[in-house]
């Protein structure tokens, strides 16, 4: 317990107010296929997860996914969990610890549920039990032996999220109807995938599940300090400097075919 102590110190300095620790367990939690699997460390024991908020209270019109309205959570978030990584490492010198976010081996979602951090949604995201389901998952694999910190928590099964589901895919894969994979399609929208990301009213991701939630209700609203901006309502003329904008991964071009979409059909 010593040591998660420290664990727990070190990331509440870094304003890491969730964190918990499940056992690298490959045989209950497969590791999934990526480039990044070159980065574990030989020997690994144990994942430190931890999360990063990123919701706000503001009330203003969005056209975004709201984790499209804060900096690239590669980058910022990133930033973080490296620096976290560095300092876990001069605290426990000879242990290996090596940090992963979203280009990931790691079932991230898994791995922070067995950290006793939250749910799964019937939607398949993290519902955490401090901030609700608007929060990006970090982990960082270590050879460290520590204790798990697992609880035992359920979805509440309501239907909600999938009665929000502008795609109808819930429960399901849904790659082919869900309004924010949708958004993010270069090949061309059919008239039906269309209508699915105007229903959506976001030119970029959607929320509708998680707004619907009830599990979403009640929670901690404090978004990491490492979100220094937040840009709810995109157009033509925001849209650059594309850097550090969570939409810059598919181009320019996907982001204004969408804005021209709803450009079009305000003018109906």
């Known amino acids: 317990m010593e040591r998660l102590a420290v664990i727990r110190r070190l990331a509440a300095e870094l304003r890491l107010d969730a964190c918990g620790v499940c056992a690298f367990d490959t045989e209950r939690r497969p590791l999934l296929a990526c480039r990044a699997a070159s980065r574990l460390p030989g020997g690994a024991r144990s994942v430190i997860t931890v ?41 426990f010198e000879g242990e290996r610890f090596e940090p992963f976010i979203d280009n990931s081996p790691l079932p991230e979602v898994a791995c922070a549920v067995a950290a006793g951090l939250g749910v799964r949604g019937d939607h398949g995201l993290l519902i955490s039990h401090l901030y609700g389901s608007y929060v990006f998952i970090g982990c960082v694999v270590t ?79 404090d978004p990491h300090p490492c979100f220094t901006w937040y840009i709810p309502w995109l157009t033509r003329e925001t849209i650059e400097p594309l850097e550090d904008k969570a939409y810059a991964w598919r181009g320019r071009e996907v982001i204004e075919r969408n804005l021209t979409m709803f450009e079009q059909h305000r003018g109906t």
């Not at 209270?57 to 976290?84: I, K, M, Q, W």
């Not at 109808?168 to 209508?195: N, V």
């Open 51 to 91: 999360l990063f908020p990123y919701a706000t209270d503001s009330d203003e019109p969005r056209n975004l996914s709201r984790y499209a309205c804060v900096p690239d959570y590669h980058g910022a978030a990133g930033a973080v969990l490296t620096r976290f990584s560095e300092m876990l490492a001069e605290a």
């Open 143 to 221: 050879t460290l032996v520590l204790p798990c910190t697992e609880e035992h928590a359920v979805c509440l099964h309501c239907g909600a999220c999938a009665a929000a589901c502008v795609g109808d895919c819930l429960p399901g894969d849904g790659r082919d109807t869900c309004a924010s994979a949708l958004s993010q399609q270069k090949r061309p929208l059919t008239a039906e995938q269309e209508a699915r990301v105007l229903q959506s009213g976001s030119v970029w991701g959607c929320d509708r599940c998680q707004e619907a939630c009830p599990m979403n209700r009640g929670k901690r609203i």
